[in-house]
């Protein structure tokens, strides 16, 4: 990964990138994550063609905190953030692997800016209407489901969502961990209170009216996501005509499988560019 810093109204962002040609491809982490949870695809020869860019999402990683927490920390605060990115970054439209929270994001973006983007894949997200109450259908039970709009983290806390989110064989890379702590608490409070407030766009619309190629992976033991809720929805362009389960992996299949995922992302990138 090449780092870099820029700045945008919402802070100074940090970005890592592959390389400085090739087919641009956006990766956006998710909740209390960073880009470096993605070092399997940049590590990847499968992928090694495309100029990768994954920020770490205000409030996150080596970014910022936001300048001003109310404007950033919702999905049309990160999604502004991500074009502004873009636009900086003089790419687009682009394929983009939105993970969990960055899923979401994606889909905002997509909504809210369609030009930018000519394919999404969601991974651990499913979508969800302007009707909150679906998210008891959308998301299962689970011990952490809770922490994920909790502002204070105790340590024990940040140790017990990073497992349940991006473990690999059972242990939690300590930088992963490092940046879960070191995630902007407010952020977690203020996205559920955006929400809340109808600051997002209706995410199954944005599928069912299909303006582009939509990929949806998830792993067979994803502990956060109904496969059958996102096996079920209307979609407009569903990449290959399903929704793709990688078996015995967790919600971040990119990072605990990457020899079943990099072949299945690489295959939707190849797809999309000759759409």
């Not at 810093?5 to 909740?31: M, Y």
């Not at 880009?35 to 499968?46: N, T």
């Not at 905002?108 to 909150?132: F, K, N, W, Y």
């Not at 608490?185 to 209706?202: N, P």
């Amino acid at each position: 990964m090449h780092v870099t810093t820029l700045n945008t109204p919402a802070g100074r962002i940090a970005v890592a990138q592959s390389r400085a040609d090739g087919p641009p491809v956006l990766l956006i982490h998710g909740n209390s994550s960073c880009k470096e949870v993605f070092a399997r695809q940049f590590a990847s020869p499968l992928l090694a063609g495309y100029r990768l860019i994954a920020p770490d999402l205000p409030g996150h990683g080596a970014s910022d905190d936001a300048v001003d927490p109310q404007a950033t920390y919702a999905l049309d605060g990160f999604a502004a953030v991500c074009a502004a990115l873009l636009q900086q970054l003089g790419v687009g439209p682009l394929p983009v692997l939105g993970w969990s929270l960055g899923g979401h994001i994606a889909l905002e973006l997509a909504g809210r800016e369609p030009a930018r983007v000519s394919g999404l894949m969601i991974v651990g997200t499913p979508p969800i209407p302007l009707d909150l109450s679906v998210m008891g259908v959308a998301f299962k039970p689970s011990p952490v489901m809770g922490l994920t709009g909790k502002e204070d983290f105790s340590p024990d806390e940040a140790a017990l969502y990073a497992q349940h989110t991006s473990a690999v064989d059972g242990q939690v890379d300590p930088q992963l961990l490092a940046m879960c702590r070191r995630a902007d608490g407010r952020f977690r409070r203020m996205m559920f209170e955006s929400l809340a407030a109808g600051r997002a766009l209706d995410e199954v619309a944005i599928v069912r009216q299909g303006s582009v190629p939509v990929a949806v992976l998830n792993g067979s033991e994803d502990a956060f996501v109904n496969l059958d809720y996102v096996a079920g929805l209307p979609y407009g362009k569903l990449w290959e005509g399903r929704a793709t389960v990688l078996q015995g992996l967790g919600h971040a299949p990119f990072l605990q499988g990457p020899a079943a995922f990099n072949p299945v992302f690489a295959r939707f990138l190849a797809s999309v560019a000759s759409s």
